[in-house]
């Protein structure tokens, strides 16, 4: 990993204690300060955690970052800290400390079919900073599904970083089942070029704080982004998304999904902001955000955002927040399925179109997940 | 327990605190189609809603009862599982939950390891063709963006995969074309003459007599304003066509 001098370190530092993170205050329902949130301690020398992924495909490099900044310094430039705003909060925080990463190279037109698979650990109380950087030059196409093996009370702030070149298609896909007494903070920055395609795609489903930020540029005409997000705090988690969309040219396509549901004192939020610049003519915009409300103490807040400056373009935004539908858990009992099977049935079906979206390896893992999470309302 | 029919006596219903079925004595044995019909407003889905346990539906007195057991004390998929099927007029659509897994699930629910799931393919598919439904419908999610012939289809494909000791039919021929209504008939005769439901009962409630002439009742009741008001054989259904619900009203002095 870049080495950070400690002098670096304590700036960054500072600014992370300085600036404000702009999410959710502590209130009626919200009951964690993000604000003054830290590490459970700053570590120091050596950061623990691990890194691990499969040998690279064919042309195509996958190492940790440390290596890549040794031996690939070039083209780790290309990518690293070109997506990602550097001013966030979070985003400090990683870069003060993050040892921890992977870099991810797919030359022209290499084009990778099994995903490409990144897997962090960090042990039991254990801070770690995890680092992801995905080139994808023109023509190449891949998907990369990053895991997260943590032991009780772990404390995760990583960034996950895309470059797309022209008719580039990258798919990135991340799950989080982490003990109930994590912390899951991550920012996911994507930069589509021409023609490109970046997919997000990301599941918080443990941890008793995850925060995700999801972002993608589109800065070319025909670029594409598609974000799929999958949240449900039970018992008494918090989950925080924000997902963000800047259509800076015209010519450009988005389209967003979020799926949550919360049962127990299950907390969520999803902010998701959709920005058309003036000058962004014919884009194509689509938002569309559902929560399920399983228990009375579970509380889903949702609030898009269209922020559309140019005049000729289609943007559809749609949200729905509701519990079961006592008509439905009837129609299925006249079928002679128990209410709570019934409850079960509704609930996973309500999930299935934002699970098509992930890649295939991961959907067993996320119904089997969510079957879990419905159970333990 | 014995085959003694779906037994109603003395029903009283309430929604919302207004009494809407006022005393319904009615007996549907195995084997027997019995044809309920009404004009609008009558009470006819009321009565379905009550013997299949929707929530909104307050039983008030009397009681029901199938092959002797004891329905109103039961919740809704134990109904079904004792052999009550309701085909409704207006079902859930669930996207996200296929057609074929739902009906398997049902079919576990309601007749537990009677069906290898290669039979159960076999049969599902031998019945879709009866009720001229394609395929494609195995990939589809339950009524999501059905037309009101398909969902009509889909309840049949259900009562035939389920084959009850007792199927209501809630207007399940109201807005159908010719051909969806002679597919739906088709499907009730199938149904009739397979070993599992040559014994079902079948209420079928209609406001109209067209089903009736491709399913012939064996009794016709008449319900008006929560209650049964007059009872007879499919003569009575072609009087209905012929004159309207206000002679029977006349008649009967059955007040509005």
């Known amino acids: ?377 | 327990m014995s085959n003694t029919g779906l037994r109603i006596t003395n029903l009283h219903s309430s929604v919302d605190g207004n009494e809407i079925l006022k005393g319904i004595d009615l007996v549907v044995e195995r084997g027997k189609v019995h044809a309920l019909m009404g004009p609008n407003g009558s009470g006819k889905s009321t009565l379905a809603f009550s013997l299949t346990g929707h929530p909104k539906y307050d039983v008030t007195s009397g009681t029901a009862t199938l092959d002797g057991e004891d329905l109103l004390g039961l919740s809704p998929d134990k109904r079904a599982r004792a052999g009550l099927f309701l085909s409704f007029q207006y079902p859930s659509a669930i996207p996200g939950v296929k057609v074929p897994n739902f009906l398997y699930a049902a079919r576990q629910a309601v007749r537990p390891g009677e069906l290898t799931p290669a039979k159960f393919r076999a049969q599902l598919l031998s019945m879709m063709d009866v009720l001229g439904m394609d395929p494609s419908f195995l990939g589809r999610y339950l009524n999501d963006g059905f037309s009101g012939g398909e969902k009509k289809r889909l309840e049949m494909l259900q009562m035939a995969m389920l084959a009850p000791k007792y199927a209501i039919l809630d207007e399940t021929d109201s807005g159908l074309d010719i051909d969806a209504l002679k597919d739906v008939s088709e499907s009730v005769k199938a149904l009739r003459a397979s070993d599992e439901g040559a014994a079902t009962g079948f209420l079928i409630i209609t406001h109209y007599p067209r089903i009736l002439e491709h399913i012939t009742p064996d009794v016709v009741h008449v319900m008006i304003d929560g209650r049964i008001v007059k009872t007879g054989d499919a003569e009575l259904a072609h009087r209905i066509e012929r004159e309207g619900y206000d002679v029977i009203r006349e008649e009967t002095g059955a007040v509005a």
Request: aromatic fraction near 6%; charged fraction near 25%.
């Open chain 1, 1 to 377: 990993m870049p080495e950070v001098l400690e002098t670096e370190r304590e700036a960054a530092l500072e600014r992370f204690r300085s600036t404000p993170s702009g999410r959710e205050k502590t209130g009626r329902f919200w009951k964690i300060d993000i604000e003054t949130l830290v590490p459970p301690s700053f570590p120091h020398g050596e950061a623990g955690g691990a890194v691990a992924f499969a040998s690279a495909p064919p042309r195509a490099i996958v190492c940790d970052l440390a290596t890549a900044k040794r031996e690939h310094g070039a083209l780790l430039e290309r990518a690293l800290g070109q997506a990602v705003d550097a001013n966030r909060k979070f985003v400090q925080l990683t870069r003060a400390f993050a040892r921890l990463g992977a870099f991810v190279y797919l030359p022209a037109d290499c084009s990778v079919g099994e995903p490409i698979e990144i897997s962090y650990s960090a042990g039991e109380g254990e801070a770690i900073f995890p680092y992801t950087v995905v080139l994808a030059e023109r023509g190449a196409r891949a998907t990369v599904v990053e895991r997260l093996q943590l032991g009780t009370g772990a404390f995760v702030c990583g960034i996950a970083e895309i470059v797309t070149e022209a008719h580039a298609e990258i798919a990135y896909a991340s799950a989080q089942f982490a003990p109930l007494d994590a912390r899951v903070i991550f920012t996911r920055a994507a930069i589509s070029g021409r023609d490109a395609t970046v997919r997000w795609s990301n599941a918080e489903i443990g941890a008793a704080l995850s925060l995700a930020d999801v972002g993608v540029r589109l800065e070319q005409p025909g670029a594409r982004a598609q974000v799929a997000t999958l949240f449900f705090p039970g018992s008494s988690q918090h989950v925080d998304v924000v997902s963000a969309i800047d259509h800076v040219v015209g010519d450009t396509t988005s389209e967003t999904l979020v799926k949550s549901a919360a049962n127990g004192a299950g907390q969520g939020r999803y902010l998701g902001t959709i920005r058309i610049a003036a000058h962004a003519q014919h884009s194509e915009a689509m938002l569309r955000d559902d929560a399920l409300l399983l228990s009375e103490g579970a509380h889903i807040d949702s609030v898009p955002a269209l922020e559309i400056a140019a005049n000729d373009v289609k943007a559809f935004h749609g949200a729905t927040v509701g519990a079961l539908d006592d008509e439905a858990i009837f129609y299925i009992g006249t079928r002679g399925i128990e209410r709570a099977e019934a409850e079960r049935m509704i609930a996973l079906a309500f999930f299935e179109p934002v699970i098509d979206r992930f890649p295939a390896v991961l959907h067993q893992e996320l119904r089997e997940a969510l079957v879990r999470k419905v159970a333990s309302a």
